[in-house]
């Protein structure tokens, strides 16, 4: 049977975060409808006050984020026994509603020195206030924020606490230990640990549209090695700065990286260089690593193989004796390549049309970022003559996310 409850929200954890954590809390089947903002228009209309998140259930529809985080707070047995403890409940989760409208602010103030003013406020007085008041709620109710026990007050926070670190760029719980530790006891709930390892990465919401992005990767002004890490970030719907550096810039921000090459990928102040640990890290940041190390293991396989080939039509490329250069990318027109694309050709159509595992990895998103590399070099649709993988390229080239990339990517010669 389809899920009774169906929410609708945009593709973000946002308001509807902490109606998703109660329906995992409670094991409440619903169907978690996720749309793109450009698909908002169209549908805006159907909405009962034109905001979103929107629940339907028998035919009904209800808007406001808190009225249908308290109306599921129902279903699972987390409000209150009476009108007094709901009150109690309702005015600590207003006071936090009120504590994250204000950063609503930052997006809407389109002068960027009012914009910093604007943040800088928030993180040393909205935030601070609201926190102390918190944390002291916390220990007065037995590590609860309210009626001394688990209530959907709990998790309204919990669900909504990683907007509060994005908009400060730290963890702002460190300072205030009672609050961290009902973060941790909550996450650590069953149906909601269940949830976060499950739920679809996303950017840095809605709140942080005005913030910097968290990732930053740097590589040349081509696809090359970091496409596939583009592909992934694109895929997972993560925000990322995607810095070109021009050859002529390249000497002197060389002895910046850590091994003096490219790309890099930087995070919470460190920085990381290798296209394939890079890819990895993402892989498992977007849901597409494998679930053991085995697994783990034979997306690894398929990934060193495919750099094996990569590798060996790159020294064919960049010889520069004439005569040599001939005789490699003769070798590698006639025996490198249709070697490794036979085999991997066999590998896809093993594995219910994937690389690994029998379904969608990280694998197929890094060999299918690295096929224009191939046509190059042949000057042919290398894929027309192995039929699993040219498939597998367009299923993947068909993921939204990644044919939109492909569409607005800047154009380059490699």
């Not at 899920?3 to 902490?18: D, Q």
């Not at 149906?191 to 910097?212: L, N």
């Not at 250069?325 to 070697?339: D, F, G, Q, S, V």
Request: proline share 4%.
């Amino acid at each position: 049977m389809a899920p009774s409850y169906k929410l609708t929200y945009f593709a973000t954890k946002g308001w509807a975060e902490p109606i998703r954590f109660l329906f995992s809390y409670g094991d409440l089947d619903f169907e978690d409808v996720r749309i793109q903002h450009d698909q908002w228009l169209a549908l805006k209309d159907q909405a009962p006050f034109g905001v979103l998140p929107m629940l339907e259930h028998e035919g009904r529809k209800a808007g406001q984020s808190v009225a249908i985080s308290r109306y599921v707070a129902k279903k699972v047995q987390l409000a209150g026994k009476d009108d007094w403890e709901d009150l109690e409940i309702d005015a600590v989760v207003d006071s936090i509603k009120d504590g994250c409208l204000k950063i609503s602010a930052i997006r809407a103030e389109s002068d960027e020195e009012k914009r910093k003013a604007i943040k800088n406020n928030i993180v040393k007085e909205v935030f601070p206030n609201m926190l102390k008041c918190l944390e002291r709620l916390t220990q007065e109710n037995n590590g609860y924020l309210v009626l001394g026990r688990l209530t959907w007050a709990d998790l309204y926070f919990v669900s909504l606490s990683d907007h509060l670190d994005i908009i400060a760029e730290y963890k702002v719980l460190k300072d205030y230990p009672n609050l961290e530790a009902l973060k941790r006891n909550v996450l650590a709930l069953s149906g909601i640990k269940k949830w976060v390892e499950k739920r679809p990465e996303t950017s840095c919401e809605r709140y942080s549209i005005a913030m910097a992005p968290a990732y930053k990767l740097t590589y040349f002004d081509g696809r090359g090695v970091a496409e596939a890490s583009r592909f992934l970030f694109k895929y997972g719907g993560i925000d990322f700065e995607d810095v070109r550096v021009q050859h002529a810039d390249w000497p002197q921000l060389k002895e910046k990286t850590p091994f003096g090459q490219l790309p890099v990928l930087e995070h919470n102040g460190k920085k990381v260089g290798q296209s394939i640990a890079i890819a990895r890290y993402l892989g498992k940041l977007v849901k597409l690593a494998g679930k053991d190390d085995w697994e783990n293991l034979e997306i690894d396989a398929v990934v060193d193989t495919i750099n094996d080939m990569r590798l060996k039509i790159v020294v064919a490329h960049f010889e520069k004796d004439e005569e040599k250069k001939k005789i490699l990318k003769e070798t590698a027109l006639k025996e490198t390549i249709p070697y490794y694309l036979t085999r991997l050709d066999a590998i896809v159509q093993k594995n219910k049309g994937y690389l690994a595992l029998g379904k969608l990895t990280w694998a197929d998103l890094y060999f299918v970022s690295m096929s224009p590399t191939f046509d190059t070099f042949t000057g042919e649709d290398v894929f027309a003559k192995y039929p699993n993988l040219k498939a597998l390229r367009d299923k993947v080239d068909a993921l939204p996310a990644i044919k939109k990339w492909i569409e607005e990517r800047p154009k380059s010669e490699f």
